[in-house]
């Protein structure tokens, strides 16, 4: 792997975890698989471990689950495409990629999806295309946070780059507390009533 494609996969974890924080969904961690195929491909597999709270006692409960579920999802392929030289998401190309090349964060946000349609009725009576349109805005409410906190972003970045270049070959995990050293605070994600 050269360096772009570290940094890359590096960034890709830290918008999971950055969106995490932002809804006080408190991750474990990231960890860093690394791979080697027969072919000489080399390739770093992220995960960020985030647990959620699955007590429902209402549909609003339901609801925000399914709604931080795709925010999450969505995070890791918008943070990959944060442009450093612009700071700011290419929100086509981000779109793009977490549509085409990340099928498990697709299929998590596509179940999460029906679960936000089915709680709330609003959004199937005032749209045509229901979950397109809820789509965008979610991709919206992760651009516009990214964005907004970009420097968290990089700084946090930069130090899992730094921990992977060090353990270069082996299996990367980095605990919460050693990222929440690096952060002194993590602003609130102010979610969107979507109707």
Do not use: W
Request: hydrophobic fraction near 35%.
């Amino acid at each position: 792997m050269n360096k772009d494609e570290i940094r890359k996969v590096a960034k890709h974890e830290v918008g999971h975890y950055l969106i995490s924080r932002a809804l006080n969904i408190f991750p474990k961690g990231i960890s860093f698989t690394f791979l080697q195929y027969k072919d000489g491909y080399i390739e770093y597999q992220g995960m960020t471990e985030t647990e959620f709270n699955k007590t429902f006692e209402t549909l609003d409960d339901v609801y925000n689950y399914a709604h931080d579920k795709c925010l999450l999802s969505i995070a890791g392929s918008f943070a990959e495409n944060f442009d450093e030289s612009f700071n700011k998401i290419i929100i086509e190309k981000a779109k793009k990629e977490f549509e085409e090349l990340q099928p498990q964060d697709q299929l998590i946000t596509q179940e999460a999806l029906h679960i936000i349609l089915g709680c709330n009725s609003e959004i199937k009576k005032n749209s045509i295309f229901p979950a397109l349109e809820t789509l965008d805005k979610m991709y919206k409410e992760v651009t516009d946070y990214i964005n907004n906190n970009y420097n968290l972003l990089i700084k946090l970045t930069n130090y899992v780059v730094e921990n992977i270049e060090k353990n270069y070959g082996q299996n990367i995990y980095i605990p919460a507390k050693n990222l929440e050293i690096k952060v002194n605070t993590y602003p609130i994600l102010e979610k969107k009533i979507l109707n």
